[in-house]
């Protein structure tokens, strides 16, 4: 596969939705952010992929709510769905589901459902949540999870599925969740599988989010921006992974102040690519 040829040479940006794009937390949003998001993905150079927990219909309502670019890619379900855009519709990237199907021996959703319909520390979310690699549960707050991890490998070892338990936060419902994928499938191998199939280089490749199912890319090699509304323990332990890594540079946590915004949300966003890519804050720049 190849990208178009352009003057500047491309750089992929991949956002996360929920908190990081949209202002659905509880801090206040720089009412200029998303306008000046939508201009800087108007540059020909700049391509983006929304990364997210987000079905695609629910990544479609999000961009009408809240007016946001028209993406390159859509890499949704916490990673173990990408599509792109071919003949007038998003469509799956069956060289993704290749990619990260066999990790679950030819068990669905369902089966793990089923499996697991018995533990009462967990309740599936509603099927609008759900994926065919991804089964998401919300998750007691007293539960013991290193417990709760041990069981639920036990069981899926079990019936040949081989996943990772990829644990978040929903700060607006004050409970824990819980998302279940092939081992394989993640935000970052995506990002790293798209990058290498399209051909974009690393270094022109930055991601930002806030939640704890971004840290497995906030931690890495990818340049990474932290927006500043991300909840401390997600900064904490973000640093601490850079750090362990020996990759400080490849962390940035928004700070506010950059064109005069607090540094939350679209903000952030803005804030951390200019820190990378010093050229595009001209971009970005509103008019007036």
Sequence with gaps: ?????EDT??????CD???TL?????QPESPEARPAFRKLCTHPAVHLALVTGRHLDLVHEAMAHWQLPTPNFIIGDVGTSIYTFAQGKWRPWPHWAAEIGPDWGGMTHGDIAEELADIPAITLQPTAQQGIFKTSYQVALDADREALETELQRRLWGIGVNA???W????????RLLDILPVSASKLHAIEFLGQQYGYPLERTVFAGDSGND?????SHIHAILVANAHPE?????????????LPDALYIAKGGFLGMNGNYAAGVLEGVAHYFPETAEWMTLPG
């Design 215 to 219: 840290l497995e890319v906030l931690g």
């Design 164 to 166: 990772r338990l990829i």
């Design 22 to 26: 949209i202002p659905n937390g509880s």
């Design 168 to 175: 978040s936060m929903d700060e607006l419902a004050d409970t």
């Design 17 to 19: 939705l929920d908190r």
């Design 9 to 14: 040479q491309p750089l992929l940006l991949c």
């Design 1 to 5: 596969m190849h990208r178009p040829q």
């Design 234 to 246: 997600v900064r904490e332990e973000a640093l601490r992974l850079a750090t362990a890594s020996n």
